[in-house]
């Protein structure tokens, strides 16, 4: 069956350390994959995409990776700030829909 | 300026009652979802349209009937709601001309359904 799984519920971390964030999937193709931010009572919102033919994708203080054979997405976030604080979810596009994964919480301390 | 909006942002009623959660987007998009978000927070599609039309019905109760009037709007409605509905409800829009169903989606606020 199709599984996506983030590798911990809750990262907690000090302000100015990098947070890493792990995705990992079974028995799914994507073309493509997705990260999204959700603060608390909140809709998700969208920061990166990266494609299956690229390796890694960057924007300011995030970083994406992708490795199909791996089958897997590693989400880093540099220089962290408190107001990082949130659930990350990756995503995967295949079947004309995104399936999420469970989400990692992030705490950044100052 | 709102992107995505729904109504209500907060819903309580009892079982066995019938509601609507309404939804519209100004972003010019053709393609529309709605998602439920359960107490351990997965994100799991339930519909997506484009332009009106029917693309994905992820095996949802036929108590749930989502209807687009026009390709800005996709409201949700469920009969004889059960305990088991209580939840965080969330429309998304995406480009996607095809429909697809895998572009970059953007999210409304959620609909927090609470069923008595």
């Known amino acids: ?110 | 300026d709102t992107a995505v909006s729904q109504t209500p942002k907060y819903l309580v009623t009892q079982m066995g009652n019938d509601k609507s959660i309404k939804c519209e987007q100004n972003l010019g998009h053709d393609t529309m979802y709605w998602y439920k978000q359960d107490s351990k927070k997965f994100l799991k599609i339930m519909f997506s349209y484009n332009n009106k039309e029917l693309i994905i019905n992820e095996t949802v109760p036929n108590r749930f009937s989502p209807k687009s009037p026009d390709k800005a709007h996709l409201n949700l409605h469920i009969n004889s709601l059960e305990l088991g509905d209580s939840a965080v409800y969330f429309c998304a829009s995406s480009q996607d001309p095809a429909g697809v169903g895998t572009d970059t989606q953007y999210f409304g606020p959620g609909t927090r359904l609470t069923v008595l």
């Open chain 1, 1 to 110: 069956s199709q599984k996506i799984e983030q590798n911990s519920e809750a990262l907690n971390i000090q302000e100015g350390k990098t947070a890493t964030l792990t995705c990992n999937y079974t028995n799914y193709s994507p073309a493509y994959l997705q990260w999204y931010r959700q603060d608390p009572g909140r809709g998700p919102v969208f920061l990166l995409l990266i494609r299956e033919n690229e390796k890694e994708k960057r924007k300011e203080r995030l970083k994406v990776t992708f490795d199909t054979t791996l089958k897997q997405s590693l989400f880093h976030i540099t220089a962290s700030q408190p107001a990082d604080s949130a659930t990350y979810l990756c995503a995967l596009g295949s079947d004309y829909k995104l399936s999420f994964g469970a989400g990692t919480t992030v705490t950044v301390r100052a």
